[in-house]
Structures are given as structure tokens and as C-alpha cells.
């Protein structure tokens, strides 16, 4: 009867199990009903000649090959190392199923490890949520399985092989993943795929098992004997012979580190693109953009290099020496607002701040355009008979500031002369005479009356005196996005889908040896008006 009892009751339990095995295979999703998650790539910055400027920060590195560029000496590492009947079982390798089972059973545990052929893994890598990969039990076993066999009842052997190549992890350094063979080449050995040797693609082929024990920059050791074991796996699958293996052996690793993704060309532009790209992109959370930093962008900018280099010739020739004030200066064409070039007078290593994009600066004579418009637009006033007398301006000139005096930057004067003659001078003094006339509140409103973008910084009262003093300045605005704006187009591997970013500002800064320290000269495109 005891026997019996026993009987019914495994009766009964596999019964149990097996309800318990179909429940879950039902419940587990449909492949047709899941996306890939397609590793991220990052977006690559180029100046308007086309030349490479550097690739913005992604944690993930990913770039798609062909299946005929992959080695395949790498293929065959691969297919050795990971799943040597790859050709000869379904979906799932019954004999390595069996093998791991008993391997767990003696290993006691409460995870399943082993026996997942290289489709389970690329199930892994492309439809199954981290949190899941993360427990190895019996139902993400089952749930495994079944989209393995549903993956390969709807792509070949090949496709299947090269979807993993292009899209497993390979190790992170520096921060930086890399999904692929084609990443991982280029994160460990500095090359192209199609360039590695034996030895090389031998010790690639080894990492996905375990990427961090064995990245070659963190053990080296380690790495040398994963890949003596990929190449003792080579000849037994009978890819290579022995003699092969051990030349392959003998070499060192091989492996250089890439600096492409963390190099950029001229860093002060490179910044602003990237900056202009997330506040155009992610507005809402500029400093998490992964439309910019994952999304494979290929960013074309109007950036002449020959002028950014003549720019920044220009401003260390006369400023930045020691003793001398900071400067920046931005190039643009009239024309069509294109930015070709952005230059500071400073090292990217002694400050990551741009002068040309980020400062905050007096205008100077610069504002004596807007009292110039203001003349012409609010009072039909004419520059060429508009007259006023040029002579040093002491304490006492404009009763309602009493403190106030100006001078011209040589302390020259030219006695009477009309605004237009002013202009040629750039005088001071006739500015301020000028500006008091025309009235400060109007005058103070021209810059937002002209400005392509709202403007979000205060202009204080009476900051078109011309010369700009420290107690009457005008400061340009610091805007939701930097500026001056490029003009960007953005293309995303073979879409057509483009977008285009106009330049609303510019701005150059020379130094001036008296009076106002700093002038700045600001253009915008040209623009319709009502006269």
C-alpha cells in the first residue's frame, strides 16, 4: 500500500509540474509582440567639410556590421567557445540541456546555469527585461526556451549568428559598453572587425561569457587564458589545427586603447553643438538626452575649420597673454546665419567655460546701433544732419545722474560733427548726448523690439550710454538655449528625416585701450523692414 501511495503521490506531483510548466509557456509573451532593444550608439559631430569633430558621450557604443565584413575566423571562435553543435540542434541543445542539469544538480543551488545555445542568449540580450536575466530559474528557463524556438522558426542560422555578433556585450571601459564585435574591435584593439587575427578574434570571442573577469585592461591574465581555451575549442571543433593555436598563443595580447570616443576637436565648438543639440531635443532635461547621446546622430555643422583656426590665430595674437583680459569670438555668415567658427583665448584644459558662448558681457559700442535705429525707426531722424558736439563729458552733464562722465576710448575730440561721422569714430560722447536725447526707456526697449528670441536678462536703465560704464551696463541675455545658435542638420543613419537650426546671433569681442575696455560688435541675419 506504501508503495502505492508513494506512486500516486509522483503521480500526482509530475502531473502538477507539468500543469505548472504549461501555465507558464502560455503565459510567456509572443516574439511577434516584442521589440528588440537595439543597443544605443553614439552621435557623431562633423565641421561643414565633413570632418569628424568627435563622438558625444553614450554609455553604449554600437555599430552594425555586415555579415560579410565579420571575420571568419570570428564566427568560428564564437560558435567554438559558445555552442560547438550551433548547426546541429534547434533552438535549444538537448544533449547540453542534460549535460547542465546534472552539472547543476551536483552543484547544488537554486539557479539554473549552462546549456543556452547562442539563440537563448541573443533572446537574452534583445527580449528579455535586465531584472529577469538577473534569475536563472526554472520559469525565465521556460520563457527562454519557447522565444528561442519561436526566433528561429522565423530567421535562419546565419541571421541568427550575425544578430548576435552584432549586438551581444563585449566589456565596459571607461564608462563605455560596447554591444557588437564591431565596438568591441574598435574598444580593444583600435581597428576594424575585419582587420583582427586569429589571436585577436580569438580573445574577443571569449569575452561575452564573462565581460568584466575577463577585459584584457583589467586582467590580463585572465584574458590570456579565456583565449588559449577559445583556441583549444578552435581545434577540437577542427577550425584551425594545433600548431595554429599555439602560434596564436605565443603572441601578447595586442589590445590598444581608442581614444575616438572621448577625443574631441576643437572641445569649446563641440560643446556648444552638443549643448544646442539637448536643449533642442530635451528641453525639459537637457543633462539627459538620450536622443542626443544614444540616438546615432550624424551632426553636420557649418564650422569652417580653416577659419576657427584663423579665429583663434587672430585672438591669441592680440589677447590672452599674461596680464591680458579673456576673450571669445564667434564668425558668422550674414548671409545665412551660418556659424563658422567659435574661439577663446583660453585652453580647454585650463577651463572648460567658452568666452564666445557663455560669457556674460557689456555690449559697449555695440548698443550704439540700437540708439542709431532708434533715431532713424521711432524719430525719422537722418544721421547726416543730425549734429552734436564731441568733447569730454564731466560729473554734471545729465543733472539726473550727477556722478556721470564720459570720454572717448582715445580721449580725443572732434568738436562738432553729425551721428553718422560719430558712428565712422565710434564717439562716446556724442552717443550719450544722443541716447539722453531719444530717452532711456525707449531706447532700452530697441533690444527686445530687434531680438530674433526672447530676451530673459533684465536690461537695466540707461544702458545705452554708449560706452557701457560699470554703473550703466547692458549685459546680453543668457537664453533658454546658448547662443549664438549653429546651423545644424542632424541625420540618423539612413533616414531622411532632418532638422535644421538657424543662427539668431553672433557676437566678437576686441579690446580697447581706453575708455570702454571691451567693445562688442553683435549681427544678426538680415531681417524685413517696415521702412
Not at 536575466?133 to 519557447?146: D, F, P, S
Request: net charge positive; glycine share 6%; charged share 15%.
Amino acid at each position: 500500500m506504501t508503495i502505492v501511495l508513494t506512486v500516486c503521490a509522483l503521480a500526482v506531483g509530475a502531473l502538477a509540474v507539468a500543469g505548472w510548466v504549461v501555465n507558464v509557456t502560455h503565459a510567456a509573451p509572443d516574439i511577434k509582440q516584442l521589440s528588440p532593444a537595439v543597443p544605443g550608439q553614439p552621435s557623431e559631430v562633423f565641421a561643414a567639410d565633413g570632418t569628424p569633430l568627435g563622438y558625444i558621450y553614450s554609455p553604449d557604443l554600437h555599430s552594425a556590421v555586415a555579415g560579410n565584413r565579420i571575420p571568419q575566423i570570428l564566427k568560428e571562435a564564437t560558435i567554438a567557445i559558445e555552442d560547438r553543435r550551433f548547426y546541429q540542434h534547434g533552438a535549444l541543445d538537448y544533449q547540453g540541456i542534460v549535460r547542465a542539469a546534472i552539472k547543476d544538480a551536483f552543484s547544488g543551488g537554486d539557479s539554473l546555469q549552462g546549456a543556452s545555445t547562442l539563440t537563448m542568449q541573443l533572446i537574452d540580450n534583445l527580449y528579455l527585461p535586465k531584472q529577469d536575466r538577473a534569475i536563472h530559474n526554472l520559469k525565465y528557463k521556460i520563457v527562454q526556451a519557447k522565444l528561442a524556438e519561436q526566433l528561429e522558426s522565423l530567421h535562419s542560422k546565419n541571421w541568427i549568428l550575425i544578430s548576435y555578433l552584432n549586438d551581444v556585450p563585449y566589456g565596459t571601459v571607461g564608462g563605455q559598453t560596447a554591444y557588437g564585435v564591431q565596438a568591441a574591435s574598435e574598444m580593444f584593439f583600435n581597428k576594424p572587425v575585419w582587420e583582427l587575427n586569429l589571436a585577436q578574434a580569438a580573445l574577443l570571442a571569449g569575452l561575452p561569457q564573462a565581460p568584466s573577469e575577463y577585459n584584457p585592461f583589467i586582467d590580463a591574465g585572465a584574458a590570456r587564458q579565456r583565449r588559449a581555451e577559445v583556441l583549444h575549442s578552435m581545434v577540437q571543433a577542427g577550425d584551425i589545427t594545433q600548431a595554429q593555436a599555439n602560434a596564436a598563443n605565443r603572441r601578447t595580447l595586442e589590445v590598444q586603447r581608442n581614444a575616438a570616443y572621448s577625443v574631441h576637436k576643437d572641445p569649446y565648438v563641440f560643446d556648444y553643438v552638443q549643448q544646442s543639440l539637448e536643449q533642442d531635443f530635451c528641453p525639459k532635461t537637457p543633462t539627459n538626452c538620450p536622443r542626443v547621446s544614444e540616438g546615432g546622430l550624424k551632426i553636420y555643422t557649418t564650422i569652417d575649420l580653416r577659419k576657427q583656426a584663423e579665429a583663434v590665430s587672430a585672438i591669441l595674437a592680440h589677447e590672452g597673454g599674461p596680464g591680458q583680459p579673456a576673450a571669445g569670438l564667434a564668425t558668422v555668415d550674414p548671409a545665412n546665419g551660418h556659424i563658422l567658427a567659435i574661439a577663446s583665448s583660453s585652453s580647454y584644459s585650463q577651463t572648460t567655460f567658452d568666452y564666445a558662448t557663455q560669457a556674460h558681457r557689456q555690449p559697449g559700442s555695440s548698443f550704439k546701433v540700437f540708439a542709431l535705429m532708434t533715431l532713424i525707426h521711432d524719430y525719422n531722424g537722418d544721421p547726416n544732419t543730425t549734429y552734436y558736439n564731441s568733447h569730454f563729458l564731466a560729473p554734471g552733464w545729465l543733472p539726473e545722474d550727477p556722478t556721470w562722465s564720459v570720454h572717448t576710448a582715445e580721449e580725443t575730440y572732434q568738436g562738432d560733427i553729425n551721428i553718422t561721422k560719430a558712428t565712422i569714430v565710434s564717439d562716446n560722447t556724442v552717443y550719450a548726448q544722443l541716447a539722453a536725447d531719444l530717452g532711456w526707456a525707449k531706447l532700452d526697449a530697441q533690444p527686445t523690439r530687434w531680438a530674433s528670441r526672447p530676451i530673459s536678462t533684465e536690461i537695466r536703465p540707461r544702458s545705452s550710454a554708449a560706452c557701457a560704464s560699470a554703473s550703466r551696463r547692458w549685459r546680453w541675455p543668457t537664453p533658454t538655449r546658448p547662443w549664438p545658435t549653429a546651423a545644424l542638420t542632424l541625420r540618423r543613419r539612413s533616414s531622411t528625416r532632418s532638422s535644421s537650426l538657424t543662427a539668431a546671433s553672433i557676437t566678437s569681442a576686441t579690446r580697447r585701450p581706453n575708455g570702454c575696455s571691451l567693445t562688442v560688435r553683435r549681427t544678426r541675419p538680415p531681417r524685413s523692414s517696415s521702412r
